[in-house]
């Protein structure tokens, strides 16, 4: 029986849904880049650890330091704003430093490679805390999901630094065998990781641009842009469309992001996401007040999935869909 290594296993994984992206209708660049970056990666520690070829120990700390650049690109032009070459040019730093370090400081790698991964995983981390869950290009159908998926990809990158520290602790305690093991074990889970959370739904945003950042608006500026923006959609009913985003909507607005975002949070006390889903819950009641059937309801008022339009149908009107129908039953 033919039996492949962990990191195989993972490189035919990842490669998978790499063939699956690029087949789709949505086909992200920076993703399907952090994809092939992952699968080459755990190719190449296959070859290396299981197979005895030694002459990719150069290339392998170079070809890792591809992924954490190429991850921050990709949340950035999923959740954020589109790629700008003179800004995003500076990471290519991360694996031209590496390439330095192989050939004139390879003793330094076993530092450098691990805080590579650290600073870019706690670079996301940051990013998404002072978005406050916000991310104008991600679809407000899918509520905090993207904001957690890149959370969880995030905090991949910064546990994958620790099978350095395990290396280390095996070396010291005279247990030579370990650490090709955990190389393999510890790269495999994160790049699998990294791929896995990449490709979940709510991580591809809508490849918007966003308006340049302007000064925030006073208080009362703010009432009007929210009566605005509740005149649009009463007028136009975006909330009833899945695919809905921030930037959409500030775009119609003619406001940056920032803005509109700030706006709905300093008059509502809401995040965006939950605003325009109060929206879509009212429009749910009249639909089933109408006969229709909780499925016909979620799906005309703009959701997706079930879980989602349960959540928040409990959270604004303090029932579930079915005890809603039941009370409407009741009054017939």
């Not at 290594?5 to 063939?19: D, K, N, R, S």
């Not at 290339?59 to 591809?66: K, L």
């Amino acid at each position: 029986m033919l039996a492949l290594p962990i990191p195989t296993i993972v490189a035919f994984v990842l490669g998978g849904l790499l063939i699956r992206i690029a087949t789709s209708s949505e086909r992200p660049p920076f993703l399907m880049a952090l994809l092939t970056a992952c699968a080459v990666q755990s190719l190449i520690v296959s070859l290396r650890q299981h197979y005895g070829i030694a002459a990719l120990l150069p290339f392998q700390p170079i070809t890792a330091t591809f992924v954490p650049p190429l991850t921050w690109l990709a949340f950035q032009t999923a959740s954020f704003r589109q790629f700008s070459l003179p800004r995003d040019l500076v990471h290519l730093a991360a694996p031209g430093f590496a390439a330095f370090c192989v050939i004139f400081a390879p003793d330094t790698l076993d530092t450098v490679v691990p805080a590579i991964f650290v600073l870019y995983g706690f670079a996301i981390l940051a990013k998404l805390h002072r978005s406050g869950e916000d991310l104008p290009l991600a679809r407000l159908e899918a509520g905090r999901l993207p904001a957690r998926i890149w959370g969880g990809i995030g905090l991949a990158l910064v546990l994958s630094a620790l099978s350095d520290a395990f290396i280390a602790f095996a070396f010291m305690t005279g247990k030579t065998w370990l650490p090709p093991l955990i190389v393999s074990v510890f790269s495999s889970a994160a790049l699998l990781a990294i791929g896995l959370l990449a490709v979940s739904p709510g991580a591809i945003g809508e490849a918007e641009p966003q308006r340049p950042e302007q000064a925030q608006n006073p208080t009362e500026q703010d009432a009007h842009l929210i009566e605005r923006l509740d005149a649009l959609l009463e007028t136009d009913r975006l909330y009833l469309d899945p695919s809905l985003t921030l930037a959409r909507l500030a775009r119609r607005l003619h406001v940056p992001v920032k803005q509109l975002s700030s706006a709905i949070n300093l008059v509502s006390g809401e995040n965006v996401s939950r605003y325009i889903n109060r929206h879509r819950i009212q429009h749910a009641c009249r639909a089933l007040e109408d006969g229709a059937n909780v499925t016909e309801a979620m799906l005309s008022s703009g959701f997706n999935t079930k879980s989602n339009f349960n959540r928040e149908f409990l959270r604004i009107t303090g029932t579930t869909p079915r005890e809603w129908n039941a009370r409407i039953a009741a009054h017939d």
